[in-house]
Nanobody
């Protein structure tokens, strides 16, 4: 009922930048929180950054100072500006959102399909 679509992944050299986008659609009443996660081969999925509807943000230590999360909760969209990328940032990046459905105000949590980010050394 809620679909998230990521875009903006790709191949970049170390030190470069990429901007990921996430758009949510469906029977959404509101979104309370959105986040970016990533999973590298052989590793568990990990939180990269999160943003709450009141504007509060949080980042993994490994990306602080390099990544910036932004969200437009009126448009159900989210972005992740990634700078000074490192080979260890290589992973599939997923967006996630939680909020309430418009149909019955029931809570939801949805995930996108992921977008590959590859950073070459």
């Amino acid at each position: 009922q809620v679909h998230l679509v990521e875009s903006g992944g790709g191949l970049v050299q170390a030190g470069g930048s990429l901007r990921l986008s996430c758009a949510a659609s469906g029977s959404i009443f509101n979104i309370n929180e959105m986040g970016w996660y990533r999973q590298a081969p052989g590793n568990p999925r990990e939180l990269v950054a999160r943003i709450v509807s009141d504007g509060n943000t949080g980042y993994a230590e490994s990306v602080k100072g390099r990544f910036t999360i932004a969200g437009d909760f009126a448009k159900n969209t989210m972005y992740l500006q990634m700078s000074s990328l490192k080979p260890e940032d290589t992973a599939v990046y997923y967006c996630a959102a939680e909020g309430r459905l418009s149909r019955d105000y029931a809570p939801f949590e949805s995930w996108g399909q992921g977008t590959q980010v590859t950073v070459s050394s």
